[in-house]
């Protein structure tokens, strides 16, 4: 449903330039929530921007539904007709809302209606249905002022929608609100997702975000993605640095002479015995040092550190045991080193 190839947009002001897109090749399925994560600079809302020629790339193509908006021509407010057309099937959500405060709920929901020509009567029935849809169907009279964070992203919502588009793009959609407020965003996005058939690409900083609703996930770093995947892929790959991120497990080693492992266990191996088959057969004592349990993505993910006693060489055979029985593991300090001493992917601080 979105392609990008090989996008890159170099900023250029007052002789300096910034390179924010690097070759960013992108691919979102049609009908899928898609995540886009990484630290603040990474080049998340310039992707998000050049996706619907908000922004005009420096090079590189970008298709939605098939279309080549690239080949369009214009750029932002001084887009063609042809351009327009296109971008008002890509509804987009902000974060501060942006909606315009003199004018009613029903008539902030009206305005990409009458950009598109529609007339009043037509316009006013649009407006209402899609309020019934995000659940505002009581409040088409009120004023922006008049609402919470959480209704004026649902007003936000059903603007978006106006244009009966296929694609929707969210930049940070949930983050100037709160915990249970989010919850409730991010699942009507889901409802509307599973109802409309809509693809959604969404940018976070939020793990908790991707965690809920999306189906698969990229993380950017200097604009360039460095993992992308579906979410329960990504989880059963050694070494996702998003995976460690999205799941992480705590724990420290009890001392020196010690093997620490990761294990990540979904579907039929969560339900095996695997830790106590593990201890009895190779009558070894094993210490749980953290251990999570989570829905990913619909699916039930759990996260397991523990600590085997010897170093690694001891271990090899152990640690073959529990890969056969179905379950990913990472050992701390070998080979997949970073899962155990993760660089946090979204610093403090970092928005
Ligand atoms: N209009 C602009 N002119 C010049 N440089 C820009 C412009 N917009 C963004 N940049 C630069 O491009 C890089 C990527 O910025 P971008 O806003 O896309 O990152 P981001 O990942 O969305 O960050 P944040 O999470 O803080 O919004 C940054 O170095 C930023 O300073």
Redesign the pocket.
């Known amino acids: 449903m979105i392609t990008t190839t090989d996008l890159t947009k170099v900023?250029r002001?007052r002789g300096r330039e910034?390179t924010?897109l690097d070759g960013v090749d992108l691919h979102v399925r049609e009908g899928e929530v898609y995540g886009v994560v990484?630290?603040?600079?990474?080049?998340?809302?310039?992707?998000i921007r050049c996706v619907n020629l908000l922004e005009r790339p420096t090079s590189g193509t970008v298709s939605v539904a098939g279309q080549d908006l690239t080949a369009l021509a214009g750029r932002g407010q001084r887009a063609g007709s042809a351009l327009r057309q296109a971008r008002s099937r890509i509804g987009m959500v902000f974060q501060h809302f942006n909606l315009l405060s003199s004018r009613t709920v029903r008539d902030n929901v009206e305005l990409p209606l009458e950009i598109l020509g529609i007339s009043g009567k037509e316009r006013t029935r649009k407006a209402l249905e899609l309020l019934d849809l995000v659940g505002l169907g009581d409040k088409a009279k009120a004023y922006p002022a008049q609402l919470s964070g959480g209704q004026k992203q649902r007003v936000g919502i059903a603007r978006a929608l106006a244009g009966d588009p296929k694609v929707l793009l969210s930049d940070e959609a949930t983050s100037a609100l709160d915990p249970e407020t989010t919850r409730s965003i991010l699942q009507l996005l889901r409802d509307l997702n599973e109802q409309l058939g809509l693809t959604v690409l969404l940018?976070t900083?939020e793990m908790d975000v991707v965690k809920t609703i999306c189906d698969s996930a990229a993380l950017?770093r200097d604009?360039r993605v460095v993992e992308s995947g579906k979410v329960t892929e990504l989880l059963a790959t050694p070494g996702s640095e998003l995976a460690q991120a999205l799941f992480p497990v705590g724990g420290v080693p009890s001392g020196e002479d010690r093997t620490v492992v990761d294990l990540t266990f979904q579907g039929e191996a969560a339900t095996k015995p695997v830790i106590s088959q593990l201890s009895r057969t190779y009558n070894i004592d094993i210490s749980i040092l953290g251990a999570a349990m989570e829905t990913v993505g619909g699916h039930q993910v759990g996260r397991m550190r523990i600590e085997l006693p010897g170093r690694f060489e001891e271990n090899v055979v152990p640690i073959g045991f529990l890969r056969e029985q179905g379950l990913q593991v990472d050992v701390a300090g070998v080979a997949d080193g970073p899962r155990a001493n993760p660089t946090p992917l979204l610093k403090e601080g970092a928005?």
Do not use: D, E, N, P
């Open positions: 900023y002001s910034v924010a990484g630290q603040s600079g990474a080049g998340k809302s310039t992707l940018i900083h950017m604009g928005k």
